[in-house]
């Protein structure tokens, strides 16, 4: 079947401007979770959503960054004001259940490019 | 909170020979402990995991083993293929839904 669908794969974009990036997950995943990987580096948790409870964002890095999960399926990151220092890949997972215990399943990830 | 620290970052081995990545995880309260692979332009891909009541688990050419008492976890690789060049990750969870990463190996099979 269908795996966790990112769009878009790269962009690039000037200091300042807003971006949007998307995940589909897979079909019938309650959970969903955004990361950052800045290059070379480990997963940086950003935020989490569960069915209909409300998200943790404990992870984001400041208010420029926001998500939402629409519908219970697809989730937009949204980065407003962006800085260079936000040039990362930005990965998206999806998992069946709630819970430490359950796999999660990776998206492609979008590269974005703040010049 | 939990802290996960992993090593090395680097590590570069023979083709057929065996790599050994190491964890160390700060809350006994962890108790399931994964192992992820992300391939070059991809997403991690869950490639094993282990939970704290199980001390070793193998599958095929990889094995994770727990350590509880010192509070470490390791996944080996035998008879190492170019196709296994990738960054491994681990990770810890209390099943709680976050996992808490550690910085990654990149393990490099030299030819």
């Known amino acids: 079947g269908a795996g966790v669908s990112q769009s878009p794969s790269n962009k690039v974009t000037e200091k300042g401007k807003d971006v949007e990036l998307r995940c589909d997950p897979i079909?019938?995943?309650?959970?969903l979770y955004w990361y950052r990987q800045s290059l070379g580096q480990g997963l940086e948790f950003l935020i989490y959503?569960?069915?209909?409870?409300?998200?943790?964002k404990s992870g984001l890095p400041s208010d420029r960054f926001s998500a939402e999960r629409t519908g219970g399926s697809v989730s937009t990151l949204t980065i407003q004001r962006t800085q260079q220092e936000d040039s990362a890949v930005y990965l998206c997972?999806?998992?069946?259940?709630?819970?430490?215990?359950?796999?999660?399943?990776f998206g492609p990830g979008t590269r974005l490019t703040v010049l | 909170g939990e802290n996960v620290e992993q090593h090395p970052s680097t590590l570069s081995v023979q083709e057929g020979d065996s790599a050994v990545i190491k964890c160390t995880y700060s809350?006994?309260?962890?108790?399931?402990f994964p192992w992820y692979k992300q391939e070059l332009g991809k997403g991690p891909q869950l490639i094993i995991d282990?939970?704290?009541n199980v001390g070793e688990k193998k599958d095929q050419r990889i094995a994770v083993t727990l350590n509880k008492t010192a509070k470490h976890f390791s996944l080996h690789i035998t008879e190492t293929q170019p196709e296994d060049s990738a960054v491994y990750f681990c990770?810890?969870?209390?099943?709680?839904?976050?996992?808490?990463w550690g910085a990654g190996t990149k393990l490099i099979i030299k030819p």
């Open positions: 959503f569960q069915g209909n409870s409300a998200p943790d």
């Open positions: 809350d006994s309260a962890s108790n399931y």
């Open positions: 997972a999806s998992s069946p259940r709630q819970g430490g215990y359950n796999e999660q399943f």
């Open positions: 079909s019938g995943h309650t959970a």
């Open positions: 282990i939970r704290s």
């Open positions: 990770a810890a969870s209390d099943s709680n839904y976050q996992l808490i």
